[in-house]
């Protein structure tokens, strides 16, 4: 074989592997939003549903946290007991709300009216006033360890559906309140 005729080979295989490997390269794709595949879509919803999963449970824990605010501020005499659980129950609500998920489509950034109609609605929505708080102090007490019961049976429910690291977390958030609850009731007996 001569130069020349190596030469021709070797740019002919060159150019054999070129073209095998430029239709890949094409921009010609279709106008318009791309559609998502099934995985993309799975993932989205997926993470629709942490993230409902977290608003419910910080609005749980929120709700709570407004109940000792509440009692606080009718009994001024139980701030020593209720202090410390009250600090704990607002590292619960910021515990619970942290690493939440940003959800955006996965066919397209949502549009700028689509996005202030919903913050508008959001902020149009009255916040729940807290329940009343009794006047007797024991009283209170007994409906505060209720209040605990109940977040912490929603954290409980919950666990069915949450990711494994947000699993763990409500679980523990859970735990704590059963055990808020016992302080607020049985502990005081003791």
């Not at 993309?40 to 749980?60: C, F, I, M, N, Y």
């Amino acid at each position: 074989m001569t130069t020349t005729g190596r030469r021709a080979l070797l740019t002919a295989g060159i150019a054999a592997a070129a073209a095998t490997a430029l239709p890949g390269c094409t921009a010609a794709e279709e106008p318009g939003p791309r559609k998502p595949g099934a995985a993309e879509v799975e993932a989205e919803r997926v993470a629709r549903a942490e993230a409902a999963l977290r608003l419910r449970s910080v609005t749980a824990s929120r709700s709570l946290l407004e109940r000792y605010d509440a009692a606080l501020a009718a009994h001024p005499a139980l701030a020593p007991r209720l202090t410390p659980l009250r600090r704990s129950v607002a590292a619960h609500v910021k515990a619970l709300g942290e690493g939440g998920t940003t959800v955006r489509p996965a066919t397209a950034a949502p549009s700028p009216t689509t996005t202030a109609t919903a913050s508008a609605s959001a902020s149009a929505r009255p916040a729940p006033s807290p329940a009343p708080v009794a006047a007797d102090p024991r009283t209170a007490l007994n409906e505060l360890a209720a209040a605990e019961r109940t977040t912490s049976d929603t954290h409980t429910a919950a666990l069915v559906t949450a990711p494994p690291e947000y699993a763990r977390l409500l679980a523990s958030v859970a735990a704590a309140g059963a055990a808020h609850a016992y302080l607020l009731t049985e502990g005081a007996r003791a």
